[in-house]
């Protein structure tokens, strides 16, 4: 076992793969959704297979942005970037939360951000990224994201300001 959440058990079952395990079947076909959905997507882990109550899926091998922020002490302009490449595909896979956690965005040994857990991709309603706000402010991030954010993107910015 790799990961034991609310909702579910992962289990690693070869080397590239894992297999979710969901304790609801309502969680099941939500996720199951927001991923088939997802497959046009770089951030969405490849999906192999799935059954009564599980998902085959990519193995995603990184570190979170969790573990990246505790580890480096700051967000650059470039992992800026790649932040709101992620936030801008769920936008475009027409998901209709626009937000994710910390430690639900995997960085591949690439450099390109996977992300995991999408049950909520479309029963939540987030225009503004407010849980991924949270945990950058678990390490005092926000602020050096926000900057970022507001020079590479300032129409973004804006409308995050007017929204929260
Ligand atoms: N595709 C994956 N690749 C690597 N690790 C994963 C993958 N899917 C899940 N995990 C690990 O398992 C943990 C729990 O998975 P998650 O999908 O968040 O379960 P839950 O829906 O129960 O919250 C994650 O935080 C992560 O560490
Ligand atoms: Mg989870």
Same mark, same amino acid.
């Given at each position: ?68 922020? $505790? ?19 769920? $936008? ?26 999408? $049950? ?40 995050? $300001?007017?929204?929260?």
């Amino acid at each position: 076992m790799i990961g034991d959440g609310k909702d579910g058990e992962i289990y690693k079952v070869a080397d590239d793969k894992v297999v979710k395990y969901f304790f609801k079947e309502e969680t099941h076909q939500r996720e199951l959704e927001a991923m088939q959905i997802g497959q046009t997507s770089s951030i969405m882990p490849r999906l192999y297979e799935f059954g009564d109550n599980y998902i085959v899926m990519e193995f995603v091998k990184g570190i979170s942005l969790a573990r990246h922020m $505790k580890r480096q002490g700051q967000i650059d302009e470039d992992m800026t970037k790649k932040i709101l490449f992620v936030l801008d595909e769920f $936008k475009r896979l027409g998901f209709t939360r626009w937000d994710t956690e910390v430690r639900h965005m995997l960085m591949n040994e690439e450099g390109e951000f996977k992300v995991i857990d999408h $049950k909520r991709a479309f029963t939540s309603d987030s225009p503004v990224p407010t849980k991924l706000f949270k945990g950058m402010k678990k390490f005092g991030l926000t602020g050096e994201f926000l900057e970022h954010v507001k020079n590479l993107n300032p129409e973004l910015h804006y409308a995050w $300001k007017k929204l929260k």
